[in-house]
Structure formats: structure tokens, C-alpha cells
């Protein structure tokens, strides 16, 4: 199995940066995490792709984030990290981290969600 778990949310002024970080832990049969991402959601709105990487380091940005987002992750230790600059208000969501694993035994695939953290960006 994989737990995520986050960290890195809170509050901050518009344009500045936050760093969010997720801690996958893997155990049984589950050795590595293929990919992990970053999720956002609204009350009232679809949760909407923020941005994803693959262990093999490919990366896919929502168009809203692209050039102010970067993820990245190290493969040893299973962790994915949002750098988010120039913040505005529209990014205030609760951002899930996720991923994706196979299991070495039964090569099935599945997928995991973190609890989520808050991100505001005041005016």
C-alpha cells in the first residue's frame, strides 16, 4: 500500500510562493510510486489537475500553472514537491497530492489520495 502524506499549505499574500511537499510511503509489494501529482479543489467545483510527474521525470502542467508551478520528486525517498510561485487568489484551493503504483505481485495498478492542505492567497 502508499500513504501520502502532505504538508507545505497555509496562508500567504498574492504573488508570493509556497512549497508543498508530499511523503509517500510504500510497503508490501508496492516499491515505487510511477506517478505522483498534485490536485485542486473549490467547494462547488471539480477537482482539476494542478500537475503531475513520473518517476521517469515527465512532467504535465495544468495550462492555469504552467510557468509559475514546478514539480518535482525524488524516486528514492517517494516525495513530490509543488514549488508555487507568483500566487494569485484564484489559486486558494485544498490541494490533494496523489499516485499511482504497481503492485510487483499482482501488477495491478492503483491509485492513492492524500488528505489534502489548505492553500490561501489573499489580495
Known amino acids: 500500500q502508499v500513504q501520502l502524506v502532505e504538508s507545505g499549505g497555509g496562508l500567504v499574500q498574492a504573488g508570493g510562493s509556497l512549497r508543498l511537499s508530499c511523503a509517500a510511503s510504500?510497503?508490501?509489494?508496492?516499491?515505487?510510486?510511477?506517478?505522483m501529482g498534485w490536485y485542486r479543489q473549490v467547494p462547488g467545483k471539480q477537482r482539476e489537475l494542478v500537475a503531475t510527474?513520473?518517476?521517469?521525470?515527465?512532467?504535465n502542467y495544468a495550462d492555469s500553472v504552467k510557468g509559475r508551478f514546478t514539480i518535482s520528486r525524488d524516486n528514492v525517498k517517494n516525495t513530490v514537491h509543488l514549488q508555487m510561485n507568483s500566487l494569485k487568489p484564484e489559486d486558494t484551493a485544498v490541494y490533494y497530492c496523489?499516485?499511482?503504483?504497481?503492485?510487483?505481485?499482482?501488477?495491478?495498478?492503483?491509485?492513492?489520495w492524500g488528505q489534502g492542505t489548505q492553500v490561501t492567497v489573499s489580495s
Open positions: 510504500v510497503s508490501g509489494s508496492i516499491f515505487n510510486v510511477n506517478r
Open positions: 510527474i513520473t518517476s521517469g521525470g515527465s512532467t
Open positions: 496523489n499516485g499511482i503504483a504497481v503492485d510487483t505481485t499482482t501488477l495491478r495498478q492503483y491509485l492513492y
